[in-house]
């Protein structure tokens, strides 16, 4: 009853200069992420009130070209307001159950096909966990399982995330702690706009 979110959000999403002005014209959209690692499942992925860490990922994926299905020249970012609907919210106690029993149902089902479940993985020297390809099918297995009971399909998944190293030693706190956002439902995207510098002169409003 309590997992509609109310109100509106900015978010902020990583990629080339030429598609933020495109998405920002109403010329394209952005495209639905569909990799079986996607952290919080397929959709489309915003970095919650961050345009820095956004700008960041953008600049990683022109460096490293052969590790995504993006490819960046110009390192830019798209803002988009957003409205998260019923959303699949990890920061929610009772999702984390629901997150678990997923994961059961999952597991399950791939044991009687004789499959062997997928895992999480790093990337490169990084020690996070950057390939989620076994939190990736948990998520769209509670998706399909929605769909299968006529359930309301959740419009969004919201999920925070400790990343990098740690701000200093023994800290709670790592330098990449993030919270991303994936729609599903592209309904939830009100409007796209291209982030602005703040006018040191002025006070923030």
């Known amino acids: 009853m309590y997992s509609t979110r109310s109100g509106l959000i900015l978010g902020f999403h990583g990629c080339d200069s030429s598609l933020a002005k495109a998405v920002a014209s109403g010329k394209k959209n952005l495209r639905n992420s569909e990799n079986n690692y996607d952290w919080l499942g397929h959709g489309v992925y915003f970095w ?54 997923g994961y059961e149902v999952f597991k399950s089902i791939w044991e009687k096909t004789g499959r062997k479940l997928p895992t999480n993985k790093s990337m490169g020297n990084s020690g996070d966990l950057l390939l989620r390809e076994l939190d990736c099918a948990v998520f769209e297995t509670i998706h399909q399982l929605r769909k299968e009971a006529n359930d309301p399909p959740y419009d969004s998944v919201k999920g925070v995330f400790w990343e990098g190293n740690e ?39």
């Open 167 to 205: 701000l200093y030693p023994n800290a709670g706190f790592k330098e990449k702690d993030h919270i991303q956002i994936c729609i599903r439902n592209p309904n939830c995207i009100k409007g796209f706009f291209l982030p602005r510098l703040e006018n040191k002169k002025f006070s923030k409003v």
């Open 48 to 101: 919650e009130n961050s345009p820095q860490r956004a700008f960041e990922f953008a600049t990683w994926l022109k460096t490293n070209p052969g590790k995504a299905n993006s490819k960046v020249e110009t390192p830019a970012v798209i803002g988009a307001v957003i409205d998260l609907g019923l959303c699949f919210d990890m920061l929610d106690y009772g999702m984390l159950g629901i997150l678990k029993s």
